[in-house]
């Protein structure tokens, strides 16, 4: 199956949507025959991105939360949109442990964990306007278990 | 579902299966109360059931170790799957936090360390 | 948990997402705290309007699919929206074992299955434009065996 | 995974474990070519695995069943869970076609039909 697969997927960004949104990611990227780590590794890649638009982008406030994804073969593109505060400082907030949440017990480490678990993730923000954070995968590149 | 667990200065955390931001403030709330009035000296988390941990895990993890350390406590983690521990050790929190296999290692460590004379 | 939660999703309307809109709409309903036979339920009655919508609204042809769903407390409600073909009686096509597609060995039994599984399901259609399949449902209301 | 057996005019199809409209074409065009090349006479439905089923999988027996009763063969499902019978009993499907256990009893029953004499 070299074919092209899309969906797009809108929610409340309420907490208890963090695991439904690992479990929408999950349910599509099982065409590209991910093994179960791969499955692990972007479902944590989403669920950061997901949280964070709930807590940094929305704070208190309410809104949705769109995640877009595409597989084209076993190359998985994922988008995670908010229309929340933003980021002023992408490069700064993409460090490794800084956070604007320490006294929510954040660690800082959400952008890191997507970097680690993705081949690549890009982040485009605009204050007051939204986020969007885009992350590809391709599956069966690395330490493949099963064929 | 028991979440914690609490006697003697010792409280232990029993982390559902999904340990992500919804359910890391439904721990910290639920627990609140047990900090304010004891002094815990032995925090474990065990992580028996857990098999998706993502960051936000690990907020709970350093946040709950600032304050019993603050105070001269130890802070464990348990149980730890192959799945968790790959996420555990790329945080780092191994250089802070101990991990044993099991509780009874721990309370092995506790008698040696005079908490049960 | 009294208050309302809603996901939108859309899929392109290729046979394979048929188990995906199922998987969504389960991990979409774990709040009601359904029964298994309840999620069975509404996984069926789902995978009936999806799979109606790739082969009799869109054939062989490209589309969309949406499915919508709003939990409030234990009651959902679901649509399933498509912009392909439409009906041209929509009465006739909800009798039991009424089928266009016979020679595809279809049952004709898919909106019986819906109005089974569901509350109360209703159809809006119209030739050339599309369908839209509205559907309730309240969990914990018949057979419960789990509290 | 082994979608179908055929032997000597029985024709068993391991369902998988959604049968929906995607599996059921999958299913139908995989065994086109044993109807058109054989005398099916024995047709049997195995629902070990399957655990979800739609008004598709409903299609794809009823479809199967014209065709092999026309020429005087007999179908049977075997292995159906609680759920699947709901939905085949919904159907009416019992109306047409038998139920077993397991596929032992179809043998017993092919014995007494008289097809391995
Ligand atoms: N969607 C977003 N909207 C607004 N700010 C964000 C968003 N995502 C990340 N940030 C900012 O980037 C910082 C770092 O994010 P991250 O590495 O995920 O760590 P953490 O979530 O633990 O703070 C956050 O503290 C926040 O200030
Ligand atoms: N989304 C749709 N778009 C166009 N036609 C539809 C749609 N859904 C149902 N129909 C029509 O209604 C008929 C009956 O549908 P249904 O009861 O699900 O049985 P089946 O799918 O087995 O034909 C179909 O054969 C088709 O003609």
Redesign the pocket.
Same mark, same amino acid.
């Given at each position: 199956m070299n074919n092209t697969n899309e969906m797009t997927v809108r929610f409340s960004g309420n907490a208890q949507n963090e695991s439904f949104a690992r479990m929408v990611i999950a349910a599509f990227i099982t065409g590209t025959n991910p093994t179960l780590e791969e499955v692990s590794d972007v479902k944590t890649a989403v669920s950061?991105?997901v *949280?964070?638009?709930i807590?940094?982008?929305y704070r208190k406030k309410s809104g949705q939360v769109t995640v877009y994804a595409k597989v084209t073969g076993r190359k998985i593109y994922i988008e995670i949109i908010?229309f929340?505060?933003?980021?002023s400082d992408v490069k700064k907030?993409?460090e490794p442990m800084? *956070? *604007?949440?320490p006294e929510e017990e954040?660690?800082?480490?959400?952008?890191?964990f997507m970097e680690a678990f993705m081949d690549k993730i890009e982040v485009e923000?605009k204050v007051g306007e939204? *986020?969007t954070?885009k992350m590809w995968k391709e599956i069966g590149t690395a330490g493949r278990q099963f064929e | 579902m028991k979440r914690f667990d609490y006697s003697d200065g010792v409280l232990i955390y029993y982390l559902p299966r999904e340990l992500d931001h919804y359910a890391a403030e439904k721990i910290k709330s639920g627990s609140e109360k047990i900090f304010d009035e004891n002094n815990v000296e032995y925090l474990i988390f065990d992580f028996e059931k857990t098999s998706f941990m993502d960051?936000s895990g690990i907020?709970l993890v350093t946040g709950r170790y600032r304050r019993v350390h603050d105070k001269g406590g130890k802070v464990f983690v348990v149980n730890v799957s192959e799945n968790i521990d790959k996420i555990l050790m790329m945080s780092g929190i191994y250089r802070i936090i101990e991990k044993k296999e099991t509780k009874e290692d721990i309370i092995k460590d506790m008698v040696a360390g005079g908490c049960y004379e």
């Amino acid at each position: 199956m070299n074919n092209t697969n899309e969906m797009t997927v809108r929610f409340s960004g309420n907490a208890q949507n963090e695991s439904f949104a690992r479990m929408v990611i999950a349910a599509f990227i099982t065409g590209t025959n991910p093994t179960l780590e791969e499955v692990s590794d972007v479902k944590t890649a989403v669920s950061e991105a997901v *949280t964070n638009s709930i807590i940094h982008g929305y704070r208190k406030k309410s809104g949705q939360v769109t995640v877009y994804a595409k597989v084209t073969g076993r190359k998985i593109y994922i988008e995670i949109i908010d229309f929340g505060d933003g980021i002023s400082d992408v490069k700064k907030a993409m460090e490794p442990m800084f *956070t *604007t949440g320490p006294e929510e017990e954040r660690s800082g480490m959400g952008f890191s964990f997507m970097e680690a678990f993705m081949d690549k993730i890009e982040v485009e923000s605009k204050v007051g306007e939204g *986020t969007t954070v885009k992350m590809w995968k391709e599956i069966g590149t690395a330490g493949r278990q099963f064929e | 579902m028991k979440r914690f667990d609490y006697s003697d200065g010792v409280l232990i955390y029993y982390l559902p299966r999904e340990l992500d931001h919804y359910a890391a403030e439904k721990i910290k709330s639920g627990s609140e109360k047990i900090f304010d009035e004891n002094n815990v000296e032995y925090l474990i988390f065990d992580f028996e059931k857990t098999s998706f941990m993502d960051s936000s895990g690990i907020g709970l993890v350093t946040g709950r170790y600032r304050r019993v350390h603050d105070k001269g406590g130890k802070v464990f983690v348990v149980n730890v799957s192959e799945n968790i521990d790959k996420i555990l050790m790329m945080s780092g929190i191994y250089r802070i936090i101990e991990k044993k296999e099991t509780k009874e290692d721990i309370i092995k460590d506790m008698v040696a360390g005079g908490c049960y004379e």
